[in-house]
Antibody, heavy 119, light 109 residues
Framework: QVQLVQSGAEVKKPGASVKVSCKAS????????MHWVRQAPGQGLEWMGW????????NYAQKFQGWVTMTRDTSITTVYMALTRLRSDDTAVYYC????????????WGQGTMVTVSS | SYVLTQPPSVSVAPGQTARITCGGN??????VHWYQQKPGQAPVVVVY???DRPSGIPERFSGSNSGNTATLTISRVEAGDEADYYC????????????FGTGTKVTVL
């Protein structure tokens, strides 16, 4: 079945960087746009951007431009989200989520990766 | 950027109907998706493109969208429907095109 499996929890210090992975299986890797969505503790969902796994083209929310990078490795059907210059308010669960086209619903989600930023 | 406003909470008795609104400027011109999120779990889409249901989602979940308000309706509410619900749209004219609503906690009394 269609499945997204993310890497494990991370604890980082302020100013550090983090890279979260999301491995896809059960479908054609290039058939889904991959989005990243984060959720701070007790807060709502925040869309960060997407990557087209076929072309590598990305589109980031303006808020994250310059400090988020989304990449993919088609040989291992994995997408990555890297965030630099971490701050305490970046503490959140980060989800990858797939959609069949850019504006389609996110109909497959990873299990989430908790990133904690603390000194 | 585009803003979607939801009531923070909705309470409903079992068997009754819950209606969750999602307000946005001319939201009726956009396609609205709705997600259910239970504690500790990833969201699940329950309605997409205003009123379509993914396979496996009960018919009790329905959606509508017109003017400045989209609505998710849960009929014959069950205890298992207790969760957070988020609306979501794409606003291609925004610097933040993927927009989620503020979220609504549905409590089953």
């Amino acid at each position: 079945q269609v499945q997204l499996v993310q890497s494990g929890a991370e604890v980082k210090k302020p100013g550090a960087s983090v890279k979260v992975s999301c491995k896809a299986s059960g479908y054609t890797f290039t058939g889904y746009y991959m989005h990243w969505v984060r959720q701070a503790p007790g807060q709502g969902l925040e869309w960060m951007g997407w990557i087209n796994p076929n072309s590598g083209v990305t589109n980031y929310a303006q808020k994250f431009q310059g400090w988020v990078t989304m990449t993919r490795d088609t040989s291992i059907t994995t997408v990555y989200m890297a965030l630099t210059r971490l701050r305490s308010d970046d503490t959140a669960v980060y989800y990858c989520a797939g959609s069949t086209r850019i504006a389609a619903p996110f109909d497959v989600w990873g299990q989430g990766t908790m990133v904690t930023v603390s000194s | 950027s585009y803003v979607l406003t939801q009531p923070p909470s909705v309470s409903v008795a079992p068997g009754q109907t819950a209606r969750i609104t999602c307000g946005g400027n001319n939201i009726g011109s956009k396609s609205v998706h709705w997600y259910q999120q239970k504690p500790g779990q990833a969201p699940v889409v329950v309605v997409y493109d205003d009123s379509d249901r993914p396979s496996g989602i009960p018919e009790r979940f329905s959606g509508s969208n017109s003017g400045n308000t989209a609505t998710l309706t849960i009929s014959r509410v069950e205890a298992g429907d207790e969760a957070d619900y988020y609306c979501q749209v794409w606003d291609n004219n925004s610097d933040h095109p993927g927009v989620f609503g503020t979220g609504t906690k549905v409590t089953v009394l």
